[in-house]
Structures are given as structure tokens and as C-alpha cells.
């Protein structure tokens, strides 16, 4: 992971996430440290973890969330994600789609290239995005979806992660997720944002990788008798918010 811009800009992969209490986290994760390293970045980071920041994007349906909820196999989404907890800070921005494709799960991001005014919300923000971001696919999904379904910014995710890469296979990594927050938003900062906690007092841990799961981790999986959760962060933050609920 990187927050100068250099991160991987495409991937497909697999992704199984879990929930775990804290006491269960503490352990499982000093279990898997026999077997994985921190990523480099957050070595020398506090608490060796990074903050994320994202702004989702759906229509005035929510027809994102609900094909998520409905299980469907091919969905994505839009969201600009940042590693800045100030509006201050130079730190990139990306636009991001995101999405599964049957049981693939695919990444595609462009950066938001500066400067632009880090304080804009609603339209005023999705014309920045169109003016500012790389040219592309994404960018292009992103003008078609905008004025064909006309999406919009309505929710922001916030969380610490603590990142890792097997010692034995670069493409095998695992991310500890925790203090998620979500608050209704057009902007992604803010001035008096609403918080809402997510999951409190546990932690998303999520195994992405390209090919199979190593049998180290299936032995962890069966030790600690861990299960899969299809557990989206902003169909939860959605939910908690009461964004679903139909106003009239």
C-alpha cells in the first residue's frame, strides 16, 4: 500500500472476510504472524496501521446497495478513496470502481490529479472528479453512470487497517479492518460530520488472494472454527444510518 500515488491501480482476486471480537483478533493475528509479515508501509506507521477514507457514490435508489443485498453476482460501485484524515493534506485521491464479477472481486483506479478544492461537496465535487480525474475506463464509467443513473456521494466510511503479505506468497495478504465509522455525506470532509460506529468492538479481517487459500491458513480457519461473512462496510454503514428506509 502506498499513499504517494505508486499503489497497484488494477487487480482481480478472490476476498473472504471475517468478523472477530477483540480477544479473538488478538490471538488469531499473533497465530498468523508466524506465517505473514506487516506490509513495509505501516512498519514504521502508529499502532502499525493506516486510516482509509471513502466516499460511496449510488443512485437516488440505492440500486448498489440493494444488489448487494440481494446477492447479486455481477455489481459494482463507485467511491473516492483517500488516506487523508484532514482536509489540509496533500495526500492523493482516487476514484475507484469497485465490484465482483460471479466470485472474482475487481479494483480499477484513477487518480484525482491536483490541485482542486479538497472542501467540495454534492455536484460541485462530482464536476471536479469529471474535469480532474485521469483520463479512461474509469472515468468514463464514471461521466456514463453519473448522467444515465445519476449517482451521487451519500456515504462516508472511515477505518483503521493493519496490512500483511504472506511470507511465502506476495499475492496473499490479509488486512485487519477496526473503528469503523460511516456518516451521511456529499463530501468527503465534512465540517460537522455525524458519525455512526460500525460493528463496535470488532474487526474486519479480510484474505485476498489470486490462486487458492495456503493450507497454513486453512489449519488457522479450522483451529479457530472461523466463518466466512459476506459483510459489505457500506451496506453496513448504509443500514446503521437508515438510508435504506423508504421516506414515505
Known amino acids: 500500500m502506498s ?6 491501480l488494477h487487480f482481480l482476486r478472490f476476498e ?11 490471538e488469531v493475528e499473533a497465530e498468523l504472524r508466524h506465517f505473514v509479515e506487516l506490509d513495509p508501509y505501516v512498519a514504521d506507521q502508529p499502532g502499525q496501521q493506516y486510516f482509509v477514507r471513502s466516499l460511496y457514490f449510488d443512485d437516488p435508489t440505492l440500486s448498489s446497495f440493494h444488489e448487494k443485498q440481494d446477492g447479486q453476482h455481477t455489481r459494482s460501485k463507485f467511491r473516492i478513496r483517500t488516506y487523508a484524515r484532514t482536509v489540509d493534506s496533500d495526500t492523493p485521491w482516487f476514484l475507484e470502481i469497485k465490484g465482483r464479477y460471479n466470485n472474482l472481486v475487481f479494483k480499477h483506479r484513477a487518480p484525482i490529479r491536483a490541485p ?8 460541485a465535487l462530482v ?10 475506463p474509469v472515468r468514463d464509467q464514471f461521466a ?4 444515465r443513473k ?12 493493519r496490512p500483511y503479505i504472506s511470507k511465502f506468497d506476495p499475492e496473499f495478504r490479509l488486512t485487519f479492518d477496526c473503528d469503523l465509522t460511516a456518516s451521511e455525506s456529499d463530501a468527503m470532509f465534512p465540517p460537522h460530520p455525524r458519525l455512526r460506529q460500525l460493528l463496535p468492538g470488532r474487526t474486519v ?3 485476498k488472494f489470486r490462486h487458492h487459500v495456503p493450507s497454513w ?3 488457522i480457519i479450522q483451529a479457530w472454527e472461523l466463518r466466512r461473512r459476506s459483510i459489505s462496510k457500506i451496506c453496513t454503514g448504509i443500514e446503521a444510518l437508515g438510508l435504506q428506509l423508504d421516506p414515505s
Open 3 to 8: 499513499q504517494k500515488g505508486d499503489a497497484k
Open 16 to 26: 473472504f472476510k471475517y468478523v472477530l471480537p477483540q480477544a479473538q483478533r488478538s
Open 144 to 147: 456514463y453512470e453519473r448522467f
Open 217 to 219: 491458513f486453512h489449519r
Open 205 to 207: 479481517m479480510e484474505v
Open 127 to 136: 464536476n471536479m472528479i469529471l474535469e480532474r480525474c485521469a483520463p479512461g
Open 150 to 161: 445519476q449517482i451521487a456521494p451519500v456515504a462516508l466510511i472511515d477505518y483503521l487497517r
Open 116 to 123: 482542486f478544492d479538497r472542501r467540495l461537496r454534492g455536484d
